[in-house]
């Protein structure tokens, strides 16, 4: 198991979530959708609301009448890894879908219009780790942010750090900053001097089973309390709650082994 990392999660430094390249929405593939709503709704006090009929089946995930995120179901007899996905902000999808193809990646998924949600698709990186790319129709009661039961940061595990953020540097701009620490293969993305998102790079402590994939992080009011209400509901602890730098974290997984972190005091 990768040891985690260092989170970086700004702290109330976040630029406008519209900004092209910031994570603006996550959404989860489970193969059980209604296991998955009750899960998280008891995790984190979610509740759901029917999603955009053209990613049927799905839900939107709300928190006090606003949205978080979505949970949709993954094809039947399709053994793929459950996982959250987060959507980057675009200005203009179809040409940035097209610099991911330019840049050595690949579009599984759109471009095409959902709903209400706004135009997105989904792709991975060379390296294989799935991301999404989102322009967002704003509407009343949409995201919310930094408040317990939130995504409040994302990183991506990956074998090495250099090709990986030049491929998203490409595509957004980004001004990379590398973790000063001595042996630590980091580096923090920056949009207009502020932190966005981080990419890790852990060689060979990379799990075979997962390969590269980025790590939602999920404000919480207590990591121990929270830690033990997702085992009692069937998930796992992977790395046991501890104080870093940012915050008491832990990361986790869920009943069918999607991993995320749980955070507390992050702002």
Known sequence: MTEAPEPGVPNGRAPARNRPGTPCRVSLMAHGMAAA???????????????????????????????????????????????????????????????????????????????????????????????????????????????????VWHELLTYETAGVATFYSRLFGYERKPDGSAGVDRVTLHLDGRPVAAVHGVGRALPHDRGSHWMTYFEVTDTDEATERLVALGGRVLTPARNTARGRMAIVADPEGARFALIQGSR
Do not use: M
């Not at 089946?57 to 179901?73: D, H, S, T, W, Y």
């Open 37 to 151: 709503q009750a899960f998280y709704g008891e995790l984190f006090g979610w509740e759901f609301q029917p999603g955009p009929s053209r990613l049927d089946p799905c839900v939107r995930a709300l928190l006090n009448g606003r949205e978080v995120g979505g949970i949709g179901q993954l094809p039947p007899g399709r053994r793929l890894p459950v996982a959250w996905t987060p959507y980057l902000a675009s200005d203009d999808v179809d040409l940035t879908a097209e610099t991911v193809r330019l840049c050595g990646g690949t579009i599984g998924v759109g471009p095409l219009d959902a709903g209400g949600i706004g135009r997105l698709t989904i792709g991975s990186d060379p390296w294989g780790a799935v991301f999404g790319l989102l322009r967002a129709r704003p509407h009343p009661g949409a995201e919310t942010t930094g408040l317990p039961g939130t995504p």
